[in-house]
């Protein structure tokens, strides 16, 4: 933990930690090879890292690409002093093609309706150089993206578009953390295919990518020409099946959690047996208790009910104070959680607890609480509330 943090306001946030983000990207790199480009994931608030503060540090290491979701993502980023090349992932809303030329932003095209937009408004804008865009091709997830029969109508299509030029074609992988199925590999397969026929059409697909976290941790073959890290980035593998092939990724990828989140104690109370605490008395102590009240609540990232944190020895959510687990006890309210300090003697207002991250040589992965919510580490990441303020640490 970085000692000392202080700022004005309400005492919770985030803690980035620059040098681990640093350590992941050079994992990555030397995990794919330097030939091979880096398009590194930055929506959702980088994972809820803060997207301004995660992407400046990547262009400092010069990765190839930031991916974003949308206009407003990138935009953000734009005004923040963000140069790096953007590819909007998810493509755009038609009127939106201005703010994509003005912003000089990479849009992905999905499907034909909206390539035929991008160059009716290019031509509108009297683009002096064509825009370059990525093709995503959808090779088994049935979300967006041109399906493989389409292909041949997306280059006739294509062949009207003087000003657009195709500079990636991609595809998004379902299931990579997956060996049990064959689901991948006939991704793999149907994109191969794709990029077969586009060259024989006379047409350069531009840089093909494909690979996501899990991919690029355990599946040298779909590496092509760049990778797309979001999760390994931050920190977190996959939960693979079978589970032996993480430990396999683990030392193949070693990786550093970037994100920490902490607050501080806002206030300690002596709590007779048979009380209760917090919304509904959910909690009830069992003894004479110490609880301390934490600058964080669901508006902050912690789930309510379900609390955040790894398990202590009992199975019990917990957050670390001086190196112990600390329970959470009743319902996380939105701006207030509750925890049992009854057994850390040394517990005091304004002391920090981590609520998930690192503290000295312990740690509470996101991804461990994710687990037992029964959800995934970037839903948990991304509802880190907009008011947690991200501090980036050595
Ligand atoms: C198109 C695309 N590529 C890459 C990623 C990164 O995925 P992961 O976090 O598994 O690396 C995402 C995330 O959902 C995505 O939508």
Same mark, same amino acid.
């Given at each position: 933990?970085?000692?000392?943090?202080?700022?004005?306001?309400?005492?919770?946030?985030?803690?980035?930690?620059?040098?681990?983000?640093?350590?992941?990207?050079?994992?990555?790199?030397?995990?794919?090879?330097?030939?091979?480009?880096?398009?590194?994931?930055?929506?959702?608030?980088?994972?809820?890292?803060?997207?301004?503060?995660?992407?400046?540090?990547?262009?400092?290491?010069?990765?190839?690409?930031?991916?974003?979701?949308?206009?407003?993502?990138?935009?953000?980023?734009?005004?923040?002093?963000?140069?790096?090349?953007?590819?909007?992932?998810?493509?755009?809303?038609?009127?939106?093609?201005?703010?994509?030329?003005?912003?000089?932003?990479?849009?992905?095209?999905?499907?034909?309706?909206?390539?035929?937009?991008?160059?009716?408004?290019?031509?509108?804008?009297?683009?002096?150089?064509?825009?370059?865009?990525?093709?995503?091709?959808?090779?088994?997830?049935?979300?967006?993206?041109?399906?493989?029969?389409?292909?041949?109508?997306?280059?006739?299509?294509?062949?009207?578009?003087?000003?657009?030029?195709?500079?990636?074609?991609?595809?998004?992988?379902?299931?990579?953390?997956?060996?049990?199925?064959?689901?991948?590999?006939?991704?793999?397969?149907?994109?191969?295919?794709?990029?077969?026929?586009?060259?024989?059409?006379?047409?350069?697909?531009?840089?093909?990518?494909?690979?996501?976290?899990?991919?690029?941790?355990?599946?040298?073959?779909?590496?092509?020409?760049?990778?797309?890290?979001?999760?390994?980035?931050?920190?977190?593998?996959?939960?693979?099946?079978?589970?032996?092939?993480?430990?396999?990724?683990?030392?193949?990828?070693?990786?550093?959690?970037?994100?920490?989140?902490?607050?501080?104690?806002?206030?300690?109370? $002596?709590? +007779? /047996?048979?009380?209760? @605490?917090?919304?509904? #008395? !959910?909690?009830?102590?069992?003894?004479? =208790?110490?609880?301390?009240?934490?600058?964080?609540?669901?508006?902050?990232?912690?789930?309510?009910?379900?609390?955040?944190?790894?398990?202590?020895?009992?199975?019990?959510?917990?957050?670390?104070?001086?190196?112990?687990?600390?329970?959470?006890?009743?319902?996380?309210?939105?701006?207030?959680?509750?925890?049992?300090?009854?057994?850390?003697?040394?517990?005091?207002?304004?002391?920090?607890?981590?609520?998930?991250?690192? $503290?000295? +040589? /312990?740690?509470?992965? @996101?991804?461990?609480? #994710? !687990?037992?919510?029964?959800?995934?580490? =970037?839903?948990?990441?991304?509802?880190?509330?907009?008011?947690?303020?991200?501090?980036?640490?050595?």
């Amino acid at each position: 933990m970085a000692k000392g943090i202080q700022f004005d306001g309400r005492p919770v946030w985030a803690e980035i930690s620059t040098s681990a983000l640093k350590h992941n990207l050079r994992a990555i790199r030397r995990r794919v090879g330097r030939g091979r480009k880096i398009l590194a994931i930055v929506k959702g608030n980088a994972y809820g890292h803060g997207a301004v503060e995660v992407s400046r540090v990547l262009e400092r290491e010069r990765v190839d690409l930031l991916g974003v979701t949308c206009t407003t993502e990138a935009i953000e980023l734009r005004e923040s002093g963000v140069r790096s090349p953007i590819l909007l992932l998810s493509g755009t809303w038609q009127g939106e093609e201005p703010r994509v030329f003005r912003h000089k932003l990479t849009p992905a095209v999905t499907n034909v309706a909206q390539l035929r937009n991008l160059e009716r408004a290019a031509s509108r804008a009297r683009l002096r150089r064509p825009l370059g865009f990525h093709l995503k091709v959808d090779t088994g997830m049935n979300r967006l993206g041109v399906m493989p029969e389409d292909i041949g109508k997306f280059l006739a299509a294509l062949a009207d578009c003087r000003r657009l030029k195709l500079e990636g074609t991609f595809t998004h992988f379902a299931s990579s953390e997956n060996f049990a199925s064959g689901q991948t590999e006939e991704q793999e397969r149907r994109f191969a295919t794709v990029l077969e026929r586009m060259r024989a059409a006379g047409c350069d697909p531009g840089m093909a990518h494909l690979a996501n976290s899990a991919a690029i941790a355990s599946r040298p073959s779909t590496w092509a020409d760049m990778v797309r890290p979001g999760a390994i980035l931050y920190g977190y593998h996959q939960n693979y099946d079978p589970p032996e092939k993480r430990l396999a990724a683990e030392q193949a990828l070693p990786l550093r959690l970037v994100l920490s989140l902490r607050a501080r104690i806002l206030m300690i109370r $002596d709590v +007779k /047996r048979g009380e209760g @605490v917090g919304y509904n #008395a !959910r909690f009830t102590a069992e003894r004479d =208790s110490r609880i301390a009240i934490l600058a964080a609540g669901y508006a902050d990232g912690l789930v309510r009910h379900r609390h955040p944190g790894g398990p202590d020895a009992v199975g019990r959510r917990c957050v670390l104070l001086h190196g112990q687990c600390a329970p959470v006890v009743g319902i996380v309210s939105m701006d207030l959680a509750a925890v049992d300090v009854t057994g850390i003697p040394a517990a005091r207002v304004g002391d920090v607890v981590t609520i998930y991250g690192t $503290d000295g +040589k /312990r740690s509470l992965p @996101v991804s461990d609480a #994710a !687990r037992q919510m029964g959800t995934v580490t =970037s839903d948990l990441l991304t509802s880190i509330g907009a008011r947690v303020r991200r501090i980036c640490v050595r």
